[in-house]
T-cell receptor, first 110, second 115 residues
Framework: RKEVEQDPGPFNVPEGATVAFNCTYS??????FFWYRQDCRKEPKLLMS???SGNEDGRFTAQLNRASQYISLLIRDSKLSDSATYLC???????????FGAGTRLAVHP | GAVVSQHPSRVICKSGTSVKIECRSL??????MFWYRQFPKQSLMLMAT?????????EQGVEKDKFLINHASLTLSTLTVTSAHPEDSSFYIC???????????FGPGTRLTVL
């Protein structure tokens, strides 16, 4: 079983749609969680950290459920520029290394 | 925000040669740097973690004699792929973590092609 699992997608949505991504992690000792965005052939860029209380950054809302070991990302009012692969990341363990999911691909169309 | 650079961005080399990749944190001191590898359509896989002034910690299955890591200063880490083979062709990405936050900032990556 992978340490961080995500639905690979792709999610094809029209502009303006709301889309949600889910992710599960297996290491109950993980203490930090993030969503990264990766464009094709580029490095990952931090989208947002995920806190237990849930957090919002503009059109993006992240939720964490420690009991279920589940993380989510909600994107409202999708833009064409949101098209990318979204990586769910769990941190923890020695040196706070990050474990990446394989990513969920989002394609927003006009 | 924190900036991490990587050099070179792209390298093509012959089988058997060694390739050195540099990772620099430009505007902060990176106590820890991480090296990842990503094959097409796959996830980033952590190869090793390096702390300034100490030996790198390699993930299971990563040969430390093949992938030499040096973290000589708080702003520079290098990865040397020794005796590269075509199966080493991949996207190598470094990240750096500062002294205060857990956040890792990624370099732009180095695309290695071994012929």
């Amino acid at each position: 079983r992978k340490e961080v699992e995500q639905d690979p997608g792709p999610f094809n949505v029209p502009e303006g749609a709301t889309v949600a991504f889910n992710c599960t992690y297996s290491n109950s000792a993980s203490q930090s969680f993030f969503w990264y965005r990766q464009d094709c052939r580029k490095e990952p860029k931090l989208l947002m950290s995920v806190y237990s209380s849930g957090n919002e950054d503009g059109r993006f809302t992240a939720q964490l459920n420690r009991a279920s070991q589940y993380i989510s990302l909600l994107i409202r009012d999708s833009k064409l520029s949101d098209s990318a692969t979204y990586l769910c990341v769990a941190g923890g363990g020695g040196y706070n290394k990050l474990i990446f999911g394989a990513g969920t691909r989002l394609a927003v169309h006009p | 925000g924190a900036v991490v650079s990587q050099h070179p961005s792209r390298v093509i080399c012959k089988s058997g040669t060694s390739v050195k990749i540099e990772c620099r944190s430009l505007d902060f001191q990176a106590t820890t740097m991480f090296w990842y590898r990503q094959f097409p359509k796959q996830s980033l896989m952590l190869m090793a973690t390096s702390n300034e002034g100490s030996k790198a910690t390699y993930e299971q299955g990563v040969e430390k004699d093949k992938f030499l890591i040096n973290h000589a200063s708080l702003t520079l880490s290098t990865l040397t792929v020794t005796s590269a083979h075509p199966e080493d062709s991949s996207f190598y990405i470094c990240s750096a973590r500062g002294q205060i936050t857990d956040t890792q900032y990624f370099g732009p990556g180095t695309r290695l092609t071994v012929l």
